[in-house]
């Protein structure tokens, strides 16, 4: 039996009595609770069931309302970078080759200069026909250092031109063709121009003052041009009493 009644006339209620309207009112008031307290099954029966004359009623539902989402910050871990070893090279352990290096072995022969004796004898102050003092003890030494004969050595003699022969003043250091031999006496001779009282050396067509080799001019021949012998020339004095032979 369907709950459902016809509509009434909009003047019902007024025809009715006190009475028969407070009936009414708890007839509906039965009808609600009736229906809140039906059992589940039968409510969705009868909703489930048409009501003749009237549209079927839409059922509305209700999305279930999502929860909030927490979200939760992601922390980056922390890394910690770790130095990677550093690998020093290997040591070199190749040892330099050893170089032996002997020293040559000198010898030597006649026209190279010999050292001087060791004596501490003073030279002797005449000499070489009769030059000076002090020209006299350079000669001697001169044949000490370089193994020189006296014979072969020219102190005082007569010159056709200007010289420092006739006044005891100069000696000729005869070497022949050894142009070592005679390298090295010049050299020598210029190095100790203060000790040995040297005015100028001549060799090879070349004269030195102490300030270095000049040229000098062609005087026609081998021995005129000091090819074959060292000239030294000597001031006028000299005190190189110390010198040895």
Known sequence: MSRHRAPRPASWPRRLGAGALVGALAMSMVFVLTVEVAPATSATASQLQPTP???????????????????????????????????APPPTTTA???TTTKPPVTSLSPSQPRPA?????????????????HVARVGYHLVARFGLRV????????????SDHPLGLALDLMVGSDKELGDGIADYVLERRALFAVHYVI?????????????????????ANHYDHVHVSFEPSGSNGLITC
């Open 53 to 87: 004359g009237l549209a079927a009623t839409p059922t509305l539902t209700r999305s279930p309302i999502p929860s909030p989402v927490t979200t939760t910050p992601v922390v980056a871990p922390q890394v910690s970078v770790i130095p990677l070893p550093t690998t």
């Open 96 to 98: 330099p080759p050893t």
């Open 203 to 223: 060799w090879r067509q070349r004269i030195n003052f102490g300030n270095g080799w000049e040229p000098m001019e062609d005087r026609g021949g081998i021995t």
């Open 117 to 133: 004796p060791a004596t501490g004898t003073a030279c002797e102050a005449s000499g070489f026909g009769g030059v000076k003092p």
């Open 151 to 162: 014979a072969g050595i020219i102190g005082v003699a007569g010159r056709a031109n200007v």
